[in-house]
């Protein structure tokens, strides 16, 4: 049963108000006072809002850091995921689960969790504990800004480390249909259309679609998936912008969620397309729907009103096996079996006044907004034993027979929680000084209902409160070098349970980070370095698997990040960046894991790509451009107490190559063709949870696709 909620009608009413009070207070609108922001909106869609500030500041201008991955690098790289697009990003771990397991986008940055994305600056919310969540597909990104450190003073409950903010594609006034074909490794099969243009003077419209089939690296496993996203621009007047969105896709496959022990890596016997489930019982499926809407009005010149308000409903089903214990010498797996049936849905409501207003020769870019979440679903779980062992050195994949299964477990929950937050900014500018100070209180509730196996149902329900804050300053020299520092607090509800059955208290982040910016007074060379220093308090520890939890661990993450990009001449860019991180438990119930390490974070990371393109000659319109990534050791398990040791590091080679084919012949005119091979020498690497659960690293893959430009 679905479960109601009690903050939703003050959500609702406080959004009519502002809306309402928006509309009566409405002036003339004149020209925007920022040439900079209007050209960048141009580009991006007038209701653009920089991640960092929630404005339309452009990142240059936030004294925090913020990396940025443009569409152009997505599409040469060929990324199917958030994670993909992820991999030359600096301080963020990502596949964390291997090359196979793509369900959804598990990503660590500055070392901690960050697993709830952002589009269009609105959560992508998963059901709490579970796995129904929404997860785009990169043909509707029109670019990724990964905004570091924490990002509750505009966000609400988040982590410390920071987030992932997918900015979608907009509707144009200029027609434009590309059309792109692709096949390759795995039995490719991929076509997709980005259709946008005018239908009328003042209303544009852009139309997504996108289907994609293949096999995977793992035997006997397929990922399937379509995508429609059709989107409408509509200028109401001089004064007030409206724009409607749908987001649909449907995953009838997902890959698959097996685990192999970390002891069948090491000896030699299996391969990247070993198998540890059964083809008659691997199902995972998704579909999902995001419809929103997002009004902007201008009062005049220096005030404007914008709201952003999405619906999401999402179902996910899944049956696959566990991995239990493995015999080394003979190769035998035991498995058992489970299921999952999850649906969930939600909304999302976001309202920003923001101004402008000078205090002497002081500018004030402010923002005063009142945001709103909530997902409710419900899950019902199975656990089956009575399942047949599999041989990992032999595997017999078509064994398993449902029916035989015994049913050891079963439960029904209903989850929901819910989000209320206001917040302030004051972004000030006076000479070449930019300054930012903001707050945000957020009221949260978290609710579940649980039955397990016949009994009585259990009401869990936690109320958690909290003040973030955040100030910070830059220095924009005239020579393009900008010096910043910030300090900036973070908070997330702990689902951890005291010795009363009470929620922990909510852990709470904070992070010192200074650095420098640079950027050419031609823009073609860009640079950035940040030292960062974060604390993560009252996380959940206890002494022992059997004693109860208490809030007294503190975790420590601390590091340098560099990035520069630059256009050495007319023919060769190139993207480089490094990141140190040095993270350890600081504080814990049991004195053995202090100074610990975390898992899937590596000391040292480190990723260059450059693209060479031809502009003269016989070769002309070539490009050929290539990456290197390395990834350093990280701990290969996640109990604090097990000193277990490192996973080694290992080096990757991407490659890609790309011909204007309207250079061949003038039939051909937008026409091009890329080739695009990642992990081009096929280096085998994995990742681990602990020494039972691991997931190979993606291998070779190569894909060729023709894009018409019509």
Not at 21 to 37: F, G, H, I, L, P
Request: net charge negative.
């Amino acid at each position: 049963m679905m479960l109601k909620t009690k903050l939703k009608p003050i959500a609702v009413a406080i959004s009519m108000l502002v809306t309402l009070a928006s509309v009566a207070s409405a002036e003339e609108t004149v020209q925007s006072k920022d040439t900079q922001a209007d050209e960048q909106m141009t580009v991006l869609g007038k209701t653009y809002r920089n991640t960092a500030t929630k404005t339309s500041l452009s990142p240059e201008e936030t004294p925090q850091t913020l990396n940025v991955i443009e569409s152009e690098q997505m599409e040469q790289r060929g990324v199917q995921s958030v994670m993909q697009a992820l991999r030359y990003a600096p301080g963020v771990s990502t596949e964390n689960k291997g090359g196979a397991v793509v369900l959804t986008d598990w990503v660590k940055i500055r070392g901690f969790d960050s697993s709830n994305n952002y589009y269009d600056g609105l959560m992508l919310p998963g059901l709490p504990g579970w796995n129904a969540k929404p997860q785009i597909d990169p043909i509707a990104m029109e670019r990724l800004e990964i905004f570091k450190g924490p990002t509750s003073v505009l966000y609400g409950t988040m982590p410390p480390g920071g987030m992932v903010n997918i900015i979608a594609k907009t509707p144009k006034f200029e027609e434009s249909t590309k059309v792109n074909l692709a096949t390759g490794f795995n039995n490719l099969l991929e076509a997709s259309i980005d259709k946008t243009g005018a239908l009328s003077d003042n209303v544009a419209y852009r139309f997504i679609a996108l289907g994609r089939k293949k096999d995977t690296q793992v035997d006997h496993v397929q990922e399937e998936r379509y995508v429609i996203a059709p989107s409408i621009d509509w200028n109401v007047s001089d004064k007030t912008f409206v724009n409607f969105n749908l987001y649909y896709q449907n995953d009838p496959q997902l890959g698959q969620n097996v685990t192999v022990p970390l002891a069948a890596f090491e000896s030699g016997k299996i391969s990247p397309s070993t198998f540890a489930g059964d083809v008659n019982y691997n199902d995972i499926s998704r579909e999902f729907m995001l419809a929103g809407y997002k009004i902007k009005h201008d009062f005049n010149n220096d005030w404007s009103f914008f709201q952003n308000f999405r619906y999401m409903t999402t179902k996910f089903n899944q049956k696959s096996t566990n991995s239990g214990a493995f015999d080394e010498k003979t190769g035998e797996l035991q498995r058992t079996a489970y299921s999952t049936d999850e649906s969930s849905k939600g909304i999302s409501v976001d309202n920003q006044l923001s101004g402008f207003a000078s205090t002497g020769a002081l500018d004030h870019y402010l923002l005063f907004g009142v945001d709103y979440r909530s997902i409710e679903g419900d899950v019902d779980y199975n656990s089956f034993d009575g399942v047949k062992s599999i041989n990992l050195y032999n595997p017999d994949n078509n064994q398993l027979n449902p029916n035989d299964f015994n049913r050891n477990y079963y439960s029904n929950t209903d989850v929901s929680m819910k989000q209320l937050g206001a917040y302030f900014q004051d972004q000030m500018l006076i000479d070449n000084w930019v300054f930012i100070a903001g707050g945000r209180y957020d009221w949260v509730e978290s609710k579940t209902i649980g039955s397990a196996n016949g009994a009585a149902p259990t009401d869990t329900v936690t109320r958690d409160s909290n003040f973030s804050y955040r100030v910070g300053g830059m220095y924009q020299f005239d020579n393009g070098i900008s010096p910043f520092a910030n300090f900036a607090t973070s908070f997330e509800p702990n689902a951890k349970l005291d010795a009363n059955g009470n929620n922990l208290k909510p852990e709470k982040g904070e992070q010192v980070e200074a650095g420098v910016k640079y950027a050419s007074y031609d823009s073609t060379t860009t640079a950035s370095a940040a030292l960062f220093h974060i604390k993560k308090r009252n996380v959940g520890v206890r002494k022992d698997g059997a004693s109860p939890y208490e809030a007294i661990g503190e975790v420590r993450s601390q590091g340098l990040e560099l990035e520069g990009r630059t256009l050495v001449n007319d023919n060769l860019d190139l993207i480089a960046n490094y990141t140190y991180t040095d993270m350890e438990i600081t504080k814990d119930e049991n004195p053995n894991n202090v100074g610990q390490k975390a898992i899937y974070v590596p000391d040292h990371a480190a990723n260059l790509w450059a693209n060479y393109t031809m502009h003269e000659g016989a070769m002309r319109g070539l490009r050929i451009g290539g990456g290197v990534r390395y990834v350093g050791e990280t701990v290969k398990n996640n109990a604090a107490n097990v000193n277990a040791g490192m996973l080694p590091s290992y080096t990757l080679v991407d490659l890609s190559i790309g011909y204007d084919l309207g250079e061949v012949s003038s039939t051909l005119k937008g026409a091009s063709a890329n080739l695009i091979a990642n992990n081009l020498f096929n280096q085998e690497y994995y990742t681990c949870w602990n020494e039972s659960y691991c997931w190979y690293g993606q291998q070779q893959t190569v894909q060729v696709n023709v894009k018409f430009d019509l």
